[in-house]
């Protein structure tokens, strides 16, 4: 089967393990790097075309589009969609999963649990959205923030109201979430593959750290997951339409709360700590659905 990724980074670890994967298992991958593909829009014969030629005869597409170029590599993905290719995550769930005022308000309605969160546009007053979070300490949190580069804790009233004006004073687009004490620095991510989880670790930052990204020098470590968390985490993901999904959990006072969604999960961390062959997983998993759509396809269901 001919299995395309879309991945600006060929030697990126994620993209390097699936396209290992896919050859073990016999499979044609092919890796695209989408920042550089161009579309032919035609009702009748869409494609894509990359360094030059075309790319034809694609029967799955599994997206790993980085936060910044989400726009256009959904547009990628959509043409491949057009080109009736399966895709891993589709070009309407990817694009709403990068949009955290979208997929928060979602799992909220969805009964999943998520701490609790306040937006406001940068006009808002800030004593006035500070109160109705419940006050500090409180973490603010850019929404263009990846690796915990954008997320600071305001321990007071006063810290919460300066960094509020200041990300206003620069029109960056932020919220504010309850600071969930108890976690300890830590947090766990749940890989969620279809209707299963295959795998899952904590992290937990260093002393003195509130975030646990690895990239801030985070710790990972083996984690049993209660069936609540399990539970939490498969509906997030499917909340949010997500079939191959990272979910970022905290464990709070009032049960496992969501944090996020991330629809291309790294494989480096989960399968280090893990020492299972997630990308492998992942391969059956998309060439499954793939024969399924296929069979539905010439039925013409
Ligand atoms: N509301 C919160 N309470 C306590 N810790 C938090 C909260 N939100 C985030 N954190 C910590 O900060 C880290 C980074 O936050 P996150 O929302 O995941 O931003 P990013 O997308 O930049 O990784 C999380 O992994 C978690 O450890
Ligand atoms: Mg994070």
Known sequence: MKIVILSAGRSNYSTKRLVEAAESKGHTPVVVDYTKAYMAIESRNPSVHWEGRSVDEVEAVIPRIAARYTNYGAAVLRQFEMMRAYTATSSLALVRSRDKLRSMQLLARAGVGIPKTVFASQTSDAAEILELVGGAPVVVKLLESTQGKGVVLAE??????????????????????????????????????????????????????????????????????????????????????????????????????????????????????????????MIDFIVERTKGKRRRDKIGA
């Open 156 to 281: 007071t009233k006063k810290a919460a109201k300066s960094v509020i004006e200041a990300f206003n004073s620069i029109n960056a687009n932020f919220m504010l979430q309850e600071f969930i004490e108890e976690a300890d620095g830590a947090d766990i991510r749940v890989i969620v593959v279809g209707d299963k989880i295959v795998g899952a670790m904590m992290r937990k930052g260093q002393e003195g750290e509130f975030r646990s990204n690895l990239h801030r020098g985070g710790e990972s470590m083996s984690v049993e997951l209660t069936k609540k968390e399990q539970n939490v985490a498969l509906k997030a993901a499917s909340t949010l339409g997500i079939s191959i999904a990272g979910v970022d959990l905290i464990r709070s006072k009032r049960g496992p709360l969501v944090l996020e969604v991330n629809s291309s999960p790294g494989l480096e961390g989960i399968e280090t700590q893990t020492g299972k062959d997630i990308a492998g997983v």
